[in-house]
C-alpha cells in the first residue's frame, strides 16, 4: 500500500469514529433532556392502548400509575397485578418475583417505562413494574 491510501484509509477511520462518537453524545443529551416522568392512572393507559397512540403519547416515558388492586396471580419467575377501573381493556403491572405482592383492594403506585409495555390482544402488560 502507498503512503497515501494508508493516510486516505486513516482519516476516513478517524472520521468514522468522530461521527459515531459525536452521534452518540448527542443521542444521549437528547435522551436525557426529554426523559419525564409522568402520573397516570390505568383508565389513562388503557384508553390510550385501545385507541392507539400509547407509543406516540408515553413511549419515552417513565410512568407512574396509580390505582387499585383487582388480582393478582403468579406467573413463572413474577407475579401479576390487574388495576380495578379498565375492565373493557384491563391494564396489568408485571412485578419480579422477589417483589412483594400488594393486597387485592389495596391503592399502589407502580413505576415503569412506558416503552417496555406491552399490547395485548384484551389490555396491557406493563413490564419491569417496581413498587417505590
Not at 468522530?18 to 402520573?39: C, N, P, T
Amino acid at each position: 500500500m502507498t503512503r497515501s491510501k494508508v493516510l486516505k484509509i486513516s482519516f476516513a477511520g478517524i472520521f468514522l469514529v468522530a461521527v459515531g462518537a459525536g452521534s452518540y453524545f448527542l443521542g444521549d443529551k437528547y435522551a436525557i433532556e426529554h426523559l419525564q416522568v409522568i402520573r397516570v392512572t390505568p383508565v389513562q393507559l388503557s384508553d390510550a392502548m385501545k385507541s392507539d397512540h400509547f407509543y406516540r403519547s408515553y413511549r419515552e416515558n417513565t410512568l407512574l400509575v396509580s390505582g387499585q388492586v383487582l388480582t393478582v396471580g403468579p406467573i413463572q419467575n413474577t407475579f401479576i397485578i390487574m388495576f380495578a377501573g379498565s375492565n373493557n381493556f384491563p391494564v396489568s403491572c408485571e412485578f419480579p418475583k422477589s417483589a412483594t405482592p400488594p393486597a387485592i383492594g389495596s391503592q399502589i403506585t407502580a413505576i415503569t417505562e412506558a416503552a417496555r409495555a406491552v399490547r395485548l390482544p384484551t389490555g396491557v402488560l406493563l413490564k419491569d413494574c417496581v413498587i417505590p
